[in-house]
């Protein structure tokens, strides 16, 4: 199991304004339980985490904004995603296909790759989920990423 201390994220998250208010409702549960964060110029709730079995770090965006998945029988589905970074290299073919591997593996979440090239691991997680949920996916996200972001990289920038 990965343990962690929270160190908070200087020179991505701090020293910038938001440009509009973001979603409290990520806010709330983190405050809630204590875990620190910074509001991103996106209005994203950054978060950092120093796992301390192996003094890596890694970085994880929770999103402010939602989107609604409507079902054609009625209902709907309000989900936001929950991403991290993984690496900003060029992947060779057979590295993008351990990607596509590896998401159809995981039962929370996928790689992705970026349209400006960086590849992150993503989850969505319904936005009114409680703490203990919305923890639970923080930490999928970031292990997830950090473990690639070794096996692609051998570094630790995110």
């Given amino acids: 199991m990965w343990k962690k201390t929270l160190s908070v994220l200087v020179l991505a998250c701090l020293g910038m304004a938001a440009s509009a208010a973001p979603d409290p409702r990520p806010g709330k549960l983190l405050d809630s339980i204590e875990e ?17 079995d192996d003094g890596r770090s890694q970085m994880c965006f929770v999103v402010s904004e939602t989107y609604t998945v409507a079902a054609t029988g009625g209902g709907e589905l309000e989900v936001r995603e929950i991403w991290s970074p993984v690496c900003t290299r060029e992947l060779a073919a057979d590295e993008m296909r351990m990607l596509l591997e590896e998401s159809y593996q995981r039962t929370l979440g996928f790689y992705a790759l970026l349209p400006d090239g960086m590849v992150i691991f993503s989850a969505r997680v319904p936005a009114d989920c409680d703490a203990k949920t919305l923890m639970a996916a923080i ?20």
């Fill in 36 to 52: 620190k964060y910074e509001v991103d110029p996106d209005d994203d709730y950054c978060l950092v985490w120093k796992f301390e």
């Fill in 139 to 158: 930490e999928h996200v970031m292990v997830a990423a950090d473990e690639m972001e070794l096996l692609l990289t051998d570094e630790d920038k995110f």
